[in-house]
């Protein structure tokens, strides 16, 4: 059975920092591209970064480049977020997912509050 189970969020004032883990089970993580979303309250949600399988590629929205970093143990299948310098604008819940054989799959999330 497919799982992503993420953990690490939590709460942080303006400028701190957090690593987001997801821990995946079910598949092989370096042959399928898995990355963030989150969404804020009242929006969309929202791409925040991804390794592709196709080119092992780091990607990240232009609101959190330069401060997250998106990685991948695969020895122990779980991939991390690491986000610096938070900003209020970065509260929201993170999901984790991987794209298996054309189907997405997600985490149950894991929540990120900024705040002062």
């Known amino acids: 059975q497919l799982q992503l189970v993420e953990a690490g969020g939590g709460s942080v004032q303006p400028g701190g920092s957090l690593r987001l883990s997801c821990t995946t089970s079910?598949?092989?993580?370096?042959?399928?591209?898995v990355g963030w979303f989150r969404q804020a309250p009242g929006k969309e949600r929202e791409g925040v970064s991804c390794?592709?399988?196709?080119?092992?590629?780091?990607y990240y929205a232009d609101s959190v480049k330069g401060r997250f970093t998106i990685s991948r143990d695969k020895a122990k299948s779980t991939v991390y977020l690491q986000m610096n310098n938070l900003k209020p604008d970065d509260t929201a819940a993170y999901y984790c997912y991987a794209n298996v054989l054309g189907v997405r799959y997600w985490g149950q999330g894991t929540q990120v509050t900024v705040s002062s």
């Open positions: 079910g598949f092989i993580l370096s042959r399928y591209t």
């Open positions: 390794i592709s399988v196709r080119d092992d590629n780091t």
